[in-house]
């Protein structure tokens, strides 16, 4: 069963503007993580941002933040002032074993000047 | 300071024979993870070694998958008797220990095509 869903397979945005990516997850647990990686075309997976179940506060880091809504399982990523080095696969996950990551099938988000 | 490495980079092999793919974590880092990322079943787990210990090794696809790690370090993915639907990108990650709260910092990963 899917565990995670993230039902944009391509988003596009023009630079310097905001763009939202969705993701929804299931889970029985009532701690876990929750993560947003960026994949470049150089395969390298960059951790963008993570989120504790347990804080209801939104985690943010510099252009990126997201809006967690626990009750609904909802994890969405906005990337504001968009840049060209910000084109990418960009992956929502889910850790809620300890360990492994439960990955989503991923947006390819299309940065336009 | 370095980050996780993986050997080789790309690999072509004939169906039927077998492969080894390296991993080499950060320095300290007592976690080690195997992922496949395939165009048709996206990012999925395949093992996990907490020291030199696989607690799980749930994900592995098959018996002809199999992995080591030894001396808390160095990892390498085995898969014996390879099939076409192997190929794909494999991807090693490590972490400070096997919890959420530590990031699992990836490799550049393993692109292996099987002919």
């Known amino acids: 069963a899917q565990t995670v869903t993230q039902s944009q397979p391509e988003m596009s945005v023009q630079e310097a503007e905001t763009v939202t990516l969705s993701c929804t997850y299931d889970?029985?647990?009532?701690?876990?993580?929750l993560f947003w990686y960026k994949q470049p075309p150089s395969r390298q997976m960059i951790l963008v941002i993570r989120q504790e179940a347990y804080k209801q506060q939104n985690a943010t880091e510099n252009r990126f933040s997201v809006n967690f809504q626990k009750a609904a399982k909802s994890f969405s990523l906005k990337i504001s002032d968009s840049q060209l080095g910000d084109a990418a696969m960009y992956f929502c996950?889910?850790?809620?074993?300890?360990?492994?990551?439960?990955f989503g099938k991923g947006t390819s988000l299309l940065v336009t000047p | 300071g370095a980050g996780v490495s993986q050997s080789p980079s790309n690999k072509v092999t004939e169906k039927g024979k077998d492969v080894e793919l390296r991993c080499d974590p950060i320095s300290g880092h007592t976690a080690l993870y195997w992922y496949r990322q395939s165009l048709g079943q996206g990012l999925e787990f395949l093992i996990y070694f907490q020291g030199n210990s696989a607690p799980d090794k749930s994900g592995l696809p098959s018996d002809r998958f199999s992995a080591e790690r030894t001396g808390g370090s160095v990892s390498t993915l085995t898969i014996q008797r390879t099939q076409q639907e192997d190929s794909a990108v494999y991807l090693c990650a490590s972490s400070l220990d096997g919890s959420g709260s530590y990031e699992q910092y990836f490799g550049p990963g393993t692109r292996l095509t099987v002919t």
């Open positions: 996950a889910l850790e809620n074993s300890g360990y492994a990551l439960n």
């Open positions: 889970t029985s647990e009532s701690d876990y993580y």
